[in-house]
C-alpha cells in the first residue's frame, strides 16, 4: 500500500492544504479520464485516501466528507468507491491487526449514506455486509445467491416442438422430396414451404433442420438445395449451430459420421452459405489432441527404428512384457472418427482447396495427408489441376491415358494450361501431400514428366525476361524433387520404373543439383516423418541382412535383392555398403558384381554416396602411424575404380570432387583418380615393371595394351570413351593436370607440415603416378584437335601455371607428335611422292614448321647463360622424342603376335568351345595380329624418318665455343637428370637418347665424361629421390650399365660402337713432346680400366649410403641395386663388399625397420644368386706386369695399389730436369716414407673382399713410424751429411724394422680389427695447408748443392712408391673429386716429365679430352682436373701372395745394395740433361703403349691445359705442390688416435730409415742405367 499520488506532506496539513489539493488532483483526474484516460488513476487516488484512513493516520469523519464531495464529480463515481471498498475487504479480511479492519467498517459504514446499498451488496463480501448490517445473515445470502444463478443459467424452458400441426411437415417433406429434374425450382419450393410454415404453424429452424437432412439425403442435388438454403436462410450462424448440432450427435464413441454430412458442410463452406471457424469449433477431436497423437506417432516409429538398429539379445521376461503391451494395446478402443479430417476430405472432393488448405494449417505437417484417404483425395485435385498440360506436353508419344472429368465447381482450382499456371496452386498442393505421393504412382509419374518437359524448355530458353520465369519454375521443381518426389520414392515398394521414371527428370539436371537432392534425401528427409523413419529402420535391416550373406557364389540372388531394396531407399542402403566395405575390402568384388540390377538412379546415387563417404570429416584419410594412407580410403578407391568401369555411372561429381580436393591442397584423393583411370582406360603405372613390359611400352598402343601392363584389361573402349566425355563437358582436363603438376611440389612445400617423411614421399609418388597416368590417357584418348585446344604453349604453362619443365614437356610432347603428324600428312597430300627420300624429307620439313615455335618459347625458361653451353634446338628435341621415336621393339612385337598364334592353336584343339564362339575368338585374334603388324611396321617407318631428321641436326645441337665440361653439366641438369625421374620408360628413353646421340657422332659431345658423371656421383641423386624414383633411376642406371658392358664384354664390339667416335677421343701428351696435344680414341684395355672405376664407384656410394643409417638412403640405395643387378656388380671383390654390408643391414633392421629387412634380404638373395657371373678384378680389366719386380706391390689387386700397369704415370707435367737437387733430395725422401706406408697396406690386405678397409689400422701404424723416421732424417741431414759405414748400419737396421712390422701387420690382421675410413674435406684441406709450409720451410733450409744424379735415382724409388700410397689414400677417402687428388695429381706430373720409372713401359701422359673445338684448350688446368678426375683402385689381395711379394722385395733390395756405389755415381754424374731428353724420347712408343690405361681418364681432369702456359711459371708452381703433395700422400694415413708402443717405435726408428733410404736409392741408380741401356738398344 505504498503511496504513489497522496504525498506525506497533504497528510499532515490536511485540514490547511492537504484536503484542498487531494480535491484538486481528483478533479484533474476525472478530466483525464473523460478526455479517454483510463480510470486506474482515480480508483488509485481514492484507494490511497481509504488507506490511511484504515492504518489510522486521517480521521474517518474527515475521509467520508472527501468522499462525499467526490461523488459529484461523476455519475458512476459511487460504483468506482464500491470497487475500492472491494479490494480494502480482501486485504483487511487477511489482516492480524483488527483495528484496521475495524476502520474499514467504519469507514464503509460512513459512506453508506452516498453509495446505494445495492452497489455494494455486488461488490462486497458477505461477512462484511453482515458486519454493515445490510445483511441478516451472510449464510442464508450465500443460499440463495446459489439458487438464483442456478434458475438463471442451469434451468430450461420446456418447448413442445411438435406441437404444431404434423401434416404440415408431412407436406414439407413431400415436397421437399419430390421429383427435381422437371422444371421445379428452388424458388418454387421456396414458395411452398413458406405456405406450409404459415398454414400449419411450422417452426422456421426445424424446417430448416428438416431441409438438410432431405440435403443430405439427396447430396447429389447440390445446386437445388444450395440455392434454397442460400433463399431460405436468414443468418449463417444459425445454419452453422444447426449443422454443430448434427455433428455432435456422432461424436460418441461408438458413433462414425456419416460422409453425406461431410458433403454437405463442405458444399456449405465451399459456397460460402457458413465460416469455416464458426463450424470448426464443433468437430472433434481438439487440435491439441490432435498435436499429442502426432508427437506420440513420431516415439513410436523412432522406438521402433531404435529397436531395428541395434543389436538387442532380450531375454524371455522383456519379451513376455512385450507381447503383454501389444494385447493391451490392442484392447484400447479406438478413437471416435476424426470429423475435421473427413470434412477435409469432402473439401477436396468437392475441390475446395482454399477452406482445406486452412484446415490442414491448423494440423501439424502432413498430418492429415499421412491419412489415405486425404492424401488420395488430394492426389485426384491434382490430376485434375494438371491434366490439361500433361495432355499437351507430358504424354509420351503413343500413350493415351485415362480421361480425367473436370469439376463442375467454377469455384474449384483452375487446370493448368502452362508451366506458369503450375505456381498457382499446384505446387502448393504437391507441398501439403510430400511423401504421401507414393499413393498414386501415376500422378508420380505425371509430375515427373512435366518436370522433364520443363527442364527441356529451360534448356532451350534464351531471352532475359523468360530466362528469369523458368528460374523461378526451376527453383520450384527442384523444391518438389526434395519434398515430394524422392521421399514418396521411400514410400513405394520396389517400383524400379519410378526410379528409371525419375531419373528422366533428374539426368537433366546438373550434378550438383542432384546431389544435394539427394543429400537432402539422405541426412535430412528420413528424420523428418514418422513413416520414413521406420522405412529407414527396415532398410537397414535388410541390408543387414544381405550383407552377411554376400560372398562370390551368391552373387545373383543377392544382387536381386540389393536391387529391390535399392528402387526405393539407394541412400540409406548404399550408406550401409559403404561402411561395411570401407571395413571389409574383400567385398568390393562380389559387391560390385551383385550391383548389377540396379537403376540408373541407383547408379548416380552411388556415386554421390561414395563421395560423400570420401569427403567424410570424422574420418582420418592417414593411419595412427601418420606414416600410410588409411586402409578405408584405399578400399573406396578400389571400388571406385571397379564401379565406375563396369557401370554407366556419370564421373563428372568424383572428378570435381578430387579436383577441389588439389585446390584446397590435399592429395590423398589422388588415389581415387588413379584407381579410375586404371580401371577405366586400362593404364597403369608401376615402376616394377618386367624389362618385357618395358619393352612393350615403346612401342604402339596396341602393343601397350597387349604386353605392356599386368593385366589384360579389355573391353576398356566404352569406359576410357566416358571418361573422355566427362572431361570434355567439364573442362577437368587441363586443370587436373596443372593441379596435379603444381600440388606434387605443394606435397613436399606446403601439404607436409608435420607429417613422416615416409608418408610425405608416398604421397609425392602417388601425385606424380596419377600424373603420369592422367597424362598419358589424355595423350592416348583425345583427339589432335581436343588436345592442341586444350594445352597450352610450353612457355604459358611454365610462365603463368608455374609448371616444372619436366612436366610441362610431358603434357606438351603429345601435342607436338600430334601437330608433326598433321603437319606431315598435309604436306604428303600437297605434293604426292612415293619415293621414301621425299617422305624422310617432307618429315623433315613438318618438323621444322612445328619445332621453330618451340625453339624459341623454350628460350624463356632459362637463363641466358644456359644457351650458352646447350641450343634450344638440342634441348627441345630431347625434351619432345620418346622412345617410341627412337627404336622399334620388334622383339615384343614378335612375342605378342607368337602368344596370339598359341591362342589361335589352343582354340582349334579346344574341343569344348562351341564353334560360334571358336570362330569368333579366332577373329579376334586374327584381327589383334594383323593389327600389331600393321602397327610395327608405321613404327618402323616413323623411327626412320626420326633419326634421318636426328642426324641432318645433330651438327646444330652444341655449342662448339663451349666446353665439354660445361655442356655436360647443362646436359645433365636440365635434361638427363630431371627426365630419367620421371617415369620407367623416361628412365630407359635417357639412356637410349646418350647412345643415340654418341653413335650420331654429334660434336663436342664427350660419351666418356657422361657416362663418368653419370656413375661417378650418386650419393646425393639416391638421397634426394622417393621411392618410386629410386625405381625409375636405377632402371636409369641399369640401361646406362647394359651399354658400358656390352662395350666392355667384347673388343670387337667396342671398336665398332666407339672406336672411331668422337665421344671416346682423348688427348695423348707425350714426355718428350713439349706441349703438343693429339686427339686419339681411347682404347680397349683403357676403356676396360675405366669401367672398373666406374664399378668402385658405384661400390663406394652404395656403402656410404648403407652405412649412413638414414633411412631413405637405405631403401634408395637397396633399390637402385635392386635394379642394377643385372649389370652390377660383376667384380667379385665388390660383389663381397657389398654383401657384407648388406647382411650388416639385415642384422641391424630385423626388429627395428621390417621394410628395409625385407628390402634388403630379397636384395641379399638375389646377390648370391648373381655370384656365379662375377669375376675377378685381373679378369675384368687387363693388368700387365712391370719389366722388373722392383715395386711388386704395383702387380697386386689390393686396395693399395690401382692394378693397372700405367697407373704410375697418370698425371704429366711439361717440366725438365731443372729441379735443384735439394727439392729432388726432398720429394725423394718424401715419397719414400709414402711407398713404405703403401707396402705395408699391401701386405695387411686381406682376401674377403674388404681388404682396404679391414687394413686402415695397420696403415695408419705403419704410416706413424715412417713420419717419425723421416722427420729424424731431415734433421740429421741438415747437420751433417752420412758415412758409408752409417749407410750400411741403417740398412741393416731398416731390414730389421721392416721384418718386425711384417709381423706386427700379421697379428693385427688375424685379430680382425676393422675400421671403416672417414674423411673430412676441410680437414684434409687444413692438413694440405699446414704440411705444404713445412715442406717449404725445409727445403728451404737444406744444402742447393746439385746432385742430379742421386735426385734420379731417389725420384724413380719414390715414383713407384708414391703411386701405390696415392692410390690407398684415394680408397681412404670417400670424396671422389678433392683438392687433395689435385695436388696428387700435379705432384705425379713433375716427377713423370723428370724422370721416367723403370718399371713401367710407358711415360705417355693420357688425357680423355674432346679435340673438337680449339677453345677447350684453353682452359685451367686446375679447375679441370677437380672435375675430371677419375680415381682407379683395386680392393682385394691374398694373404700368401702379400707375403711373397715382401720376401721378394726385402730380396731385391739386399741385392742392389751389394753393386758398386761408386762406379755407379761416377757413371751417373756423367749423365746430362741431353741424355736424359733422349731417353725420354726413345721411351715413348713403349709408355704410350702400356699407358693408354686408366690414366685417360684421371688425366682428363687436365684436358683444359693450355699450351701456351709458361714453363717457368708452371714448374714452379709444380714444385711447390710436390712438396706438400708427397707428404700429404704419407699424412693422409696417418691414424687418429696412435697407440703408445707405436709412437716410440717411430722414434727409435728415425735411423734405420735413413740408413735404409740411402741403399735404396744407390740401388736405384743401378737400374736405371740398365733400363736407360735396354731402352737405347730397342
Given at each position: ?17 492537504g484536503k484542498h489539493e487531494f480535491v484538486q488532483l481528483c478533479k484533474r483526474l476525472t478530466e483525464k479520464i473523460d478526455d479517454g484516460c483510463q480510470i486506474k488513476d482515480i480508483q488509485a487516488a481514492l484507494y490511497e485516501l481509504c488507506c490511511q484512513g484504515v492504518q489510522g493516520n486521517l480521521k474517518l469523519d474527515l475521509i ?1515
Open positions: 500500500m505504498a503511496t504513489l499520488i497522496l504525498p506525506g506532506e497533504w497528510v499532515k496539513n490536511w485540514e490547511k492544504s467520508a466528507s472527501v468522499l462525499c464531495e467526490m461523488m459529484e464529480l461523476r455519475d458512476d463515481m459511487a460504483s468506482i468507491l464500491a470497487d475500492v471498498f472491494s479490494v480494502l475487504d480482501l486485504e483487511t479480511v487477511a489482516l492480524e491487526e483488527k483495528h484496521k479492519r475495524d476502520h474499514y467498517i467504519q469507514l464503509v459504514g460512513s459512506c453508506l449514506i452516498f453509495v446505494p446499498d445495492a452497489i455494494l451488496k455486488e461488490r462486497l463480501d458477505p461477512e462484511t455486509l453482515e458486519s454493515l448490517g445490510l445483511i441478516k445473515q451472510a449464510h442464508q445470502f450465500n443460499q440463495k445467491i446459489v439458487k438464483i444463478k442456478t434458475k438463471l443459467f442451469y434451468k430450461q424452458q420446456k418447448f413442445n416442438l411438435l406441437r404444431e400441426e404434423n401434416e404440415g411437415y408431412a407436406k414439407l417433406i413431400t415436397e421437399l422430396g419430390q421429383d427435381l429434374s422437371g422444371s421445379i425450382t428452388s424458388h418454387v419450393v421456396l414458395e411452398s414451404i413458406k405456405s406450409l410454415i404459415g398454414c400449419f404453424n411450422l417452426d422456421p429452424n426445424r424446417v430448416l433442420d428438416i431441409i438438410l437432412e432431405v440435403y443430405e439425403s439427396r447430396s447429389d442435388q447440390d445446386d437445388f438445395f444450395l440455392s434454397l438454403i442460400k433463399s431460405y436462410m436468414c443468418e449463417a450462424l444459425t445454419l452453422c449451430h444447426i449443422l454443430g448440432f448434427k455433428f455432435k450427435f456422432y461424436q460418441e464413441p461408438n458413433e462414425e459420421t456419416p460422409k453425406s454430412l461431410y458433403h454437405i458442410a463442405a458444399a456449405l463452406l465451399h459456397y460460402n452459405l457458413i465460416e469455416l471457424e464458426d463450424l470448426y469449433v464443433h468437430l472433434l477431436p481438439l487440435d491439441s489432441a490432435i498435436v499429442e497423437e502426432h508427437k506420440l506417432v513420431i516415439s513410436e516409429a523412432k522406438q521402433i527404428a531404435r529397436k531395428l538398429v541395434m543389436v538387442v539379445v532380450p531375454s524371455d521376461k522383456s519379451e513376455d512384457k512385450e507381447k503383454e503391451k501389444e494385447k493391451e494395446e490392442e484392447k484400447i478402443a479406438q478413437p471416435p472418427d476424426n470429423q475435421k479430417l473427413g470434412l477435409l476430405e469432402a473439401l477436396l472432393g468437392i475441390g475446395d482447396w482454399r477452406h482445406a488448405q486452412s484446415i490442414m494449417d491448423q494440423m501439424p505437417s502432413f498430418y492429415a495427408t499421412s491419412h489415405k484417404s486425404i492424401a488420395l483425395a488430394l492426389c485426384q485435385l491434382l490430376h485434375l489441376t494438371v491434366e490439361p498440360l500433361y495432355r499437351a506436353v507430358g504424354l509420351p508419344k503413343g500413350a493415351r491415358g485415362c480421361v480425367m472429368h473436370p469439376l463442375k465447381s467454377e469455384r474449384a482450382p483452375k487446370p493448368a494450361a502452362s508451366f506458369e499456371d503450375l505456381r498457382r496452386e499446384t505446387f502448393s498442393m504437391l507441398g501439403y501431400l510430400g511423401p504421401h505421393l507414393a499413393h498414386d504412382p501415376i500422378l508420380f509419374a505425371k509430375i515427373v514428366r512435366l518436370g522433364k518437359a520443363f527442364m527441356k524448355e529451360y534448356q532451350c530458353s534464351e531471352s532475359l525476361d523468360v530466362e528469369d520465369k523458368t528460374e523461378t519454375l526451376l527453383s520450384c521443381f527442384l523444391s518438389i524433387a526434395d519434398q515430394v518426389l524422392l521421399p514418396s520414392l521411400s514410400l513405394m515398394e520396389c517400383n524400379a520404373c519410378m526410379s528409371e521414371e525419375l531419373w528422366g527428370f533428374f539426368k537433366l539436371f546438373p550434378y550438383h543439383h542432384r546431389y544435394r537432392l539427394y543429400g537432402q534425401w539422405k541426412n535430412e528427409t528420413y528424420s523428418s516423418h514418422p513413416l520414413l523413419v521406420k522405412v529407414k529402420a527396415h532398410t537397414v535391416e535388410g541390408a543387414r541382412y544381405i550383407m552377411k550373406r554376400l560372398t562370390k557364389e551368391n552373387v545373383k540372388q543377392s544382387g536381386r535383392q540389393i536391387g529391390k531394396l535399392s528402387h526405393s531407399n539407394p541412400t540409406i542402403l548404399f550408406d550401409y555398403m559403404l561402411s561395411q566395405i570401407q571395413w571389409y575390402d574383400n567385398l568390393i568384388s562380389p559387391v560390385v558384381d551383385s550391383l548389377k540390377y540396379l537403376t540408373s538412379l541407383n547408379y548416380d546415387v552411388l556415386a554421390y554416396c561414395i563421395i560423400e563417404a570420401l569427403a567424410n570429416p570424422e574420418k582420418e584419410k592417414m593411419k595412427h602411424d601418420d606414416t600410410t594412407i588409411s586402409s578405408w580410403l584405399q578400399s573406396l578407391a578400389s571400388l571406385c575404380g571397379a564401379v565406375f568401369r563396369k557401370y554407366p555411372i556419370e564421373l563428372a561429381g568424383l572428378l570435381q570432387y578430387v579436383t577441389n580436393q588439389l585446390k584446397a591442397g590435399k592429395s590423398f584423393d589422388l588415389l581415387i583418380l588413379k584407381e579410375v583411370v586404371q580401371k577405366m582406360a586400362g593404364i597403369e603405372v608401376t615402376d616394377e615393371m618386367t624389362s618385357e613390359q618395358l619393352e612393350a611400352m615403346t612401342g604402339g598402343e596396341q602393343l601397350k595394351a597387349e604386353g605392356g601392363y599386368f593385366g589384360q584389361i579389355r573391353n576398356t573402349k566404352k569406359s576410357s570413351q566416358r571418361l573422355k566425355d566427362v572431361l570434355l563437358d567439364h573442362e577437368l582436363a587441363l586443370p587436373l593436370c596443372v593441379l596435379m603438376v603444381q600440388q606434387r611440389n605443394g606435397v613436399v612445400f606446403l601439404e607436409s607440415g608435420d607429417k613422416d617423411l615416409k608418408l610425405v614421399g608416398h604421397l609425392y609418388d602417388q601425385c606424380h603416378d596419377t600424373l603420369v597416368q592422367f597424362g598419358g590417357f589424355l595423350a592416348s584418348n583425345l583427339s589432335t584437335e581436343d588436345y592442341i585446344k586444350r594445352v597450352p604453349p610450353i612457355d604459358v604453362l611454365c610462365n603463368q601455371f608455374h609448371t616444372p619443365h619436366d612436366a610441362a614437356f610431358f603434357l606438351s610432347r603429345p601435342m607436338y607428335a600430334h601437330q608433326i603428324s598433321s603437319k606431315y600428312d598435309e604436306l604428303k597430300k600437297a605434293e604426292k611422292g612415293n619415293r621414301q627420300q621425299q617422305k624422310v624429307q617432307k618429315y623433315v620439313a613438318a618438323c621444322e614448321q612445328v619445332m621453330t615455335p618451340v625453339h624459341e618459347a623454350v628460350m624463356s625458361l632459362h637463363p641466358a647463360r644456359v644457351w650458352e653451353d646447350l641450343r634450344p634446338q638440342f634441348y627441345a628435341t630431347f625434351w619432345s622424342l620418346t622412345m617410341y621415336d627412337l627404336a622399334v621393339p620388334h622383339a615384343a612385337y614378335e612375342r605378342e603376335i607368337n602368344k596370339l598364334k598359341t591362342q589361335i592353336k589352343a582354340i582349334d584343339e579346344n574341343p569344348e568351345i562351341p564353334m560360334n564362339k571358336k570362330k569368333k575368338e579366332k577373329e579376334r585374334c586374327t584381327a589383334l595380329q594383323e593389327k600389331l603388324q600393321e602397327e610395327e611396321k608405321k613404327q618402323q617407318e616413323h623411327v626412320q624418318r626420326v633419326l634421318h631428321r636426328l642426324k641432318l641436326e645433330k651438327d646444330k645441337w652444341l655449342m662448339t665455343k663451349s666446353t665439354k665440361n660445361e655442356t655436360i653439366t647443362k646436359f645433365l641438369q636440365l635434361c638427363l637428370f630431371p627426365r630419367c625421374i620421371f617415369s620407367s620408360i623416361d628412365a630407359v628413353y635417357c639412356a637410349r637418347f646418350v647412345e643415340l646421340v654418341h653413335q650420331q657422332m654429334t660434336p663436342n659431345f664427350c660419351t666418356l665424361l657422361c657416362y663418368d658423371r653419370v656413375f661417378s656421383a650418386i650419393i646425393y641423386t639416391v638421397a634426394s629421390c622417393t621411392e618410386n624414383e629410386s625405381h625409375r633411376y636405377g632402371r636409369f642406371l641399369c640401361c646406362m650399365l647394359e651399354t658400358v658392358t656390352r662395350w666392355h664384354s667384347d673388343r670387337a664390339v667396342y671398336e665398332k660402337e666407339c672406336g672411331n667416335y668422337p665421344g671416346f677421343l682423348t688427348i695423348l701428351r707425350a714426355s718428350g713432346f713439349d706441349g703438343g696435344q693429339q686427339a686419339n680414341p681411347l682404347d680397349y684395355e683403357n676403356f676396360r680400366h675405366v669401367v672398373h672405376k666406374w664399378h668402385y664407384m658405384l661400390t663406394k656410394a652404395s656403402v656410404h649410403c648403407l652405412e649412413t643409417g638414414d633411412y631413405t638412403h637405405i631403401r634408395n640405395i637397396l633399390i637402385v641395386l635392386i635394379k642394377i643387378l643385372p649389370c652390377y656388380p660383376k667384380v667379385l671383390n665388390l660383389g663381397q663388399a657389398l654383401e657384407y654390408r648388406v647382411h650388416k643391414i639385415c642384422v641391424k633392421e630385423k626388429e627395428k625397420r621390417p621394410d628395409l629387412y625385407a628390402l634388403a634380404m630379397g636384395y641379399s638373395g638375389r646377390l648370391k644368386s648373381q655370384k656365379v657371373r662375377m669375376v675377378p678384378e685381373n679378369e675384368f680389366h687387363h693388368k700387365e706386369p712391370p719389366a722388373r719386380n722392383v715395386t711388386p706391390a704395383n702387380q697386386q689387386n689390393g686396395p693399395g695399389s690401382t692394378g693397372k700397369p700405367a697407373a704410375a704415370a697418370t698425371m704429366k707435367g711439361e717440366d725438365g730436369f731443372s729441379e735443384d737437387g735439394d727439392r729432388g733430395k726432398d720429394k725423394s725422401q718424401t715419397t719414400k716414407l709414402v711407398n713404405k706406408a703403401n707396402a705395408a697396406a699391401a701386405k695387411v690386405t686381406t682376401s674377403n673382399g674388404n681388404g682396404a678397409l679391414n687394413s686402415i689400422k695397420s696403415l695408419k701404424e705403419r704410416d706413424d713410424k715412417e713420419k717419425s723416421a723421416k722427420e729424424k732424417k731431415e734433421k740429421k741431414e741438415k747437420t751433417a751429411g752420412g758415412t758409408p759405414d752409417t749407410k750400411a748400419e741403417a740398412r741393416r737396421e731398416k731390414l730389421r724394422e721392416e721384418r718386425a712390422a711384417a709381423a706386427k701387420d700379421e697379428r693385427a690382421l688375424r685379430e680382425g680389427k676393422e675400421k671403416t675410413p672417414k674423411a673430412d674435406r676441410d680437414k684434409v684441406k687444413a692438413e694440405e695447408k699446414s704440411k705444404d709450409d713445412k715442406t717449404t720451410k725445409a727445403g728451404n733450409g737444406e744444402s742447393a748443392e746439385p746432385c742430379r744424379e742421386r735426385d734420379a735415382a731417389k725420384e724413380s724409388k719414390s715414383k713407384d712408391k708414391g703411386d701405390r700410397s696415392a692410390a690407398a689414400g684415394c680408397l681412404k677417402s670417400p670424396l671422389a673429386r678433392s683438392d687433395v687428388a689435385d695436388t696428387e695429381r700435379d705432384h705425379k706430373r713433375r716427377k713423370l716429365d723428370s724422370h721416367s720409372s723403370p718399371s713401367h713401359s710407358s711415360s705417355v701422359k693420357l688425357i680423355c679430352h674432346l679435340h673438337s673445338s680449339p677453345q677447350d684448350n684453353s682452359n685451367d688446368p686446375k679447375e679441370s682436373a677437380s672435375k675430371h678426375h677419375l680415381n682407379y683402385n683395386s680392393v682385394k689381395r691374398s694373404k700368401s701372395r702379400e707375403r711373397e711379394l715382401e720376401k721378394n722385395e726385402l730380396e731385391n733390395a739386399l741385392g742392389r745394395c751389394k753393386e758398386k756405389k761408386e762406379e755407379k755415381e761416377r757413371k751417373e754424374r756423367k749423365r746430362d740433361v741431353g741424355a736424359s731428353s733422349e731417353r725420354e724420347a726413345s721411351l715413348e712408343p713403349k709408355r704410350r703403349k702400356d699407358e693408354n690405361g686408366t690414366n685417360s681418364s684421371k688425366n682428363s681432369q687436365c684436358g683444359g691445359e693450355s699450351p701456351c702456359d709458361s714453363p717457368l711459371s708452371m714448374e714452379k708452381e709444380k714444385n711447390k705442390r710436390s712438396k706438400s703433395s708427397s707428404k700429404e700422400k704419407g699424412d693422409s694415413l696417418k691414424p687418429e688416435r696412435m697407440s703408445v708402443r707405436g709412437k716410440k717405435e717411430s722414434r727409435h726408428d728415425k735411423d734405420k730409415s735413413e740408413k735404409k733410404e740411402k741403399r735404396d736409392s744407390s740401388g736405384g741408380k743401378e737400374e736405371k742405367k740398365h733400363h736407360k741401356s735396354s731402352d737405347k738398344h730397342r
